[in-house]
């Protein structure tokens, strides 16, 4: 089955900075790449997502890239702000239609 | 569009106790997955279902943990004879066929 690994596991990072957080995973027909955003006691919310067939997707702040060769993905967030602070978890879907978590990222970002 | 509506959001039992908990999944979705989160943990999988049908139960505990998704109505966790170890975040998700997955907002279970 898929394994999707994540780090770093905690992040800090100065407000203004940027934020990288990177997953790797074993299955190459997986093809679809989700990124949830967890705030304290509330539920993963979508902030962005990518495709097998794209290399790249940007969303204002938030850029996603994926290398297939590698089998790797990562989140970018620049221009950091202190609301950025939360758990962030990547996750790749299988032919299958199941979806597999990395184990998260606790980012902070210090005012 | 309403999105995924879980309850209760606190539920507290005793041991031995039963506890369900409900699934509503966003308005055309037919595909539900349930996850546990323990704090500071990542998302494990559950189960995988459709409507009528479990997909896949390989994350389930083999003894006193069942799911189902009924044609009408939510979808239902059971947790039969619950124990101290149980009490986490129980998390559905729900999406259409090969499209993205929508989070609801857990339910919190604390074991007594």
């Known amino acids: 089955g898929e394994n999707v690994e994540q780090h770093p596991s905690t992040l800090s990072v100065q407000e203004g900075d940027s934020a990288v957080i990177k997953c790797t995973y074993s299955?190459?027909?997986?093809?679809?790449f989700p990124w949830y955003k967890q705030e304290l006691g509330k539920g993963p919310q979508l902030i962005i997502d990518i495709r097998s067939n794209v290399g790249e997707k940007k969303d204002q702040r938030i850029a996603v890239t994926l290398n297939k060769t590698a089998k790797h993905f990562s989140l970018h967030i620049t221009e950091t702000q202190p609301e950025d602070s939360a758990v962030y978890f990547c996750?790749?879907?299988?032919?299958?239609?199941?979806?597999?978590f990395g184990t998260g990222t606790s980012l902070t970002v210090i005012p | 569009n309403a999105g995924v509506m879980q309850n209760p959001r606190h539920l507290v039992r005793r041991r031995g106790q039963e506890a369900r908990l409900r699934c509503s999944p966003m308005k055309g979705h037919s595909h539900v997955y349930w996850y546990r989160q323990l704090p500071e943990e990542g998302l494990k999988f559950m189960v995988y279902?459709?409507?009528?049908?479990?997909?896949?139960e390989s994350g389930m505990p083999k003894e006193r943990f069942s799911a189902e998704f009924p044609k009408e109505g939510p979808s239902i966790l059971r947790i039969q004879q619950v124990v101290r170890g149980d009490s986490a975040a129980y998390f559905c998700a729900s999406s259409r066929l090969e499209e993205t997955q929508y989070f609801g907002p857990g339910t919190r279970l604390l074991v007594l």
């Open positions: 279902l459709q409507k009528e049908n479990i997909i896949d």
């Open positions: 299955d190459s027909a997986s093809n679809y």
């Open positions: 996750a790749a879907r299988n032919t299958g239609n199941q979806f597999y």
